[in-house]
Nanobody, 117 residues
Framework: QVQLVESGGGLVQPGGSLRLSCAAS????????MAWFRQAPGKEREGVAS???????TYADSVKGRSTISRDNAKNTVTLRMDSLAFDETGLYFC????????????WGQGTQVTVS
């Protein structure tokens, strides 16, 4: 059974930092690209950052320069660190997996809530 379990959410002060982790199981983790998404109240889900099989990373313009996504294939985890958080970055943060870049995300976690206040 495939599972993606996020952790690390909570209350963050404006200008503060967060570190989110996602633990994956039930599939060949190292063969999949991983990403973080977020969904703010009343808004559509948006991609935040992604990392492919070889560790190549991409970031949304809104978080570029203050965020880092990383993966540990030995532990089947992907981590997102973000600094200088703003109020409008409150939302539910999800991790997701796709087999190839652009193939479509097939596995999703339940999300972890981040509140900037």
């Amino acid at each position: 059974q495939v599972q993606l379990v996020e952790s690390g959410g909570g209350l963050v002060q404006p200008g503060g930092s967060l570190r989110l982790s996602c633990a994956a199981s039930g599939y060949t983790y190292s063969s999949y690209c991983m990403a973080w998404f977020r969904q703010a109240p009343g808004k559509e889900r948006e991609g935040v950052a992604s990392i492919d099989h070889e560790g190549v990373t991409t970031y949304a313009d809104s978080v570029k320069g203050r965020s880092t996504i990383s993966r540990d294939n030995a532990k089947n985890t992907v981590t997102l660190r973000m600094d200088s958080l703003a109020f409008d970055e409150t939302g539910l943060y999800f991790c997701a997996a796709e087999r190839w870049v652009g193939s479509g995300y097939v596995y999703w976690g339940q999300g972890t809530q981040v509140t900037v206040s």
